[in-house]
């Protein structure tokens, strides 16, 4: 009888004869080329971006919304105050404060002036007194005796000459009437005239040489104290641009009108 060797084991052997073995079976696993293995990686991750771009990246619930809005609800804070009291001790004397005497003066009543280009003017008093340019320590002739500054200038001047500069604002000095706004006064050239009531007095302010057209008001429209009336000029009979400013009382009797200025400004 004839025995086969048992699979995977060595065959008996006899002196006389040599070994016999039987071979083992080798599993044979495919092989791929490149091609073949980038093919499978490129289907792999396409597979995977479909899946990735088909599934929501973030599913948010009602319920994860109100637990959200639960967590991060912001806190009132309550915050109380506890009110201020103060003790007064039982020897505090309570002082009265002595009331202040106090005299009650009805307002003057105002000073009725008759212009002839403009009627019956009522002036009432007036508070601020104010130069009529700024920089008024710019002055080139005084009030009173002088030399002739040109051949039909006067000797004895009637004003004060302010150089402020051509273009200057000129102001009423104070609240009033005017009584003469005209762009041919003479010597004057173009001039106004306000009337004041300061102190229960008729005071007149003359502003000449200003510029033509620079006239901002009219006979018998009332002005206040700093009111623009006009600009620095050189018309009429003038030597340069500069302010001639005039001052009267009732009487029409002219007087320093910088010494004036400067006891009543302020």
């Known amino acids: 009888m004839t025995s086969f060797p048992q699979r995977g084991r060595r065959a008996a052997t006899t002196p006389d004869s040599t ?10 696993l495919p092989r791929f080329s ?47 105050f506890t009110p201020q009291t103060v003790e007064v001790g039982s020897d505090a004397v309570e002082s ?5 005497a106090y ?50 200038c006067s000797t004895n001047h009637d004003g004060v000459d302010f150089n402020p500069g051509d273009g200057t604002p000129v102001v009423s000095i104070a609240d009033g009437v005017v009584v003469l706004a ?22 007149t302010s003359s502003y000449g040489h200003m510029q033509f ?16 009336i006009g600009l620095v000029g050189t018309t009429g009979q003038s030597t340069g641009p500069h302010l001639h400013l005039e001052m009267f009382g009732s009487d029409g009797v002219r007087f320093d009108g910088f010494a004036w200025l400067a006891a009543h400004v302020g």
């Open 182 to 203: 005209t762009e041919n006064g003479g010597g004057l050239g173009v001039n106004v005239e306000v009337q004041h009531n300061i102190g229960g007095q008729v005071v």
């Open 19 to 28: 070994p016999t073995t039987t071979p083992r079976r080798r599993r044979v």
């Open 96 to 100: 009265t404060l002595a009331s202040e």
């Open 213 to 228: 057209g620079s006239l901002t008001v009219s006979e018998g429209q009332r002005v206040t104290a700093g009111q623009q």
């Open 34 to 80: 490149a091609r073949q293995t980038f093919s499978v990686i490129a289907m792999a991750f396409t597979g995977g971006m479909i899946v990735a771009t088909s599934v929501p990246a973030l599913a948010i619930t009602a319920t994860d919304v109100e637990q959200r809005a639960s967590v991060y609800a912001p806190v009132e804070d309550t915050v109380s």
């Open 103 to 152: 005299d009650v003066h009805e307002a003057p009543p105002p000073i009725v002036s008759q212009v002839a280009s403009v009627g019956a003017v009522s002036l009432v008093e007036t508070g601020a007194v104010v130069w009529p340019v700024q920089n008024p320590d710019r002055r080139s002739s005084g009030f009173g005796p002088r030399e002739a500054p040109c051949g039909g």
